[in-house]
């Protein structure tokens, strides 16, 4: 994937502000509102039964984040998902710490079966419980995150039918036909809580903007691992802190320049090696 074809996709964010609608939890929901509107998107973070619905027909997109689940909160899920699948507008689907309870790996699966889910984007942990593969999960954390997360991807949309992006030290995601590596970004995004969300959130932001699950997310996922890799260079050798203020800046001033010169995404064929 060239950087002209995720600068197009990023400034129709930028032009449109696209209202993405996330009903997440709340660890990361100022992180996430605030990434949104760094990338150039409008963030509405609404967790209300009353109001599920009502948000998600007048939103662009709809990010469903289990991370700190409670049963009004799964309710608001099922009513926001419904009517954002009515609408006809993506949903992606981040299954927190699958895995770690069956509270949440059984919450996860019965969004999947009510809900036409468009992406479902986790780590290799989270992914690897909702697809039935052997891993563990630590809070809400995946152990062993060096795992393939090509193999992980492509066995999870296989089994799911759904699009599916595992993030990691390299980022991949397929349809079950084709499929990306992403290369991009920086190990520093594991020292600060969110950054997994937010992922989600941006690949939300890019979807609204085109009906090519594959290439938008790839997209999305490249665009956010540049950022992270820009925000490094202005918070090296000061720490996690900086890094997490510098991340939300380069959110906001990643252009042609940054993806020309550092966007490294692979297509690749499933069950195959790089082209």
Request: glycine share 10%.
């Amino acid at each position: 994937m060239k950087a002209k074809e995720v600068k197009v996709l990023l400034e129709k964010v930028r032009e449109q502000k696209p209202l993405i609608h996330n009903v997440t939890n709340v660890v990361v929901a100022n992180f996430n509102a605030n990434g949104i509107l760094a990338m150039g998107g409008s963030p509405v973070m609404a967790n209300a039964v009353e109001e599920a619905a009502d948000m998600a027909t007048a939103a662009d997109a709809l990010v469903l984040n289990i991370g700190t689940l409670h049963s009004a909160q799964v309710e608001a899920m099922f009513l926001a998902g419904e009517a954002a699948n009515k609408k006809g507008i993506p949903v992606v689907l981040d299954p927190v710490g699958a895995g770690a309870t069956s509270y949440r790996t059984n919450t996860t699966r019965e969004l999947m079966k009510h809900l036409d889910i468009t992406l479902l984007r986790g780590n290799t942990g989270e992914i690897s419980a909702i697809a039935g593969i052997e891993g563990e999960v630590k809070g809400v954390d995946a152990a062993g995150a060096d795992k393939d997360t090509k193999m992980i991807a492509e066995h999870a949309s296989f089994e799911l039918g759904i699009p599916v992006a595992v993030t990691g030290p390299v980022d991949a995601v397929t349809n079950g036909t084709d499929g990306y590596q992403i290369y991009n970004g920086h190990s520093m995004m594991s020292r600060i809580t969110g950054t997994g969300c937010l992922a989600s959130a941006v690949t939300a932001a890019f979807l609204s903007q085109s009906d090519h699950v594959l290439d938008s997310t790839a997209a999305a996922l490249g665009y956010y691992g540049v950022a992270a890799e820009r925000a490094e260079g202005f918070a090296s050798m000061q720490g996690p802190g900086t890094f997490q203020a510098e991340l939300l800046n380069a959110l906001y001033n990643v252009g042609d320049m940054d993806l020309r010169q550092k966007l490294n995404i692979q297509l690749n064929s499933v069950g195959g090696n790089n082209d």
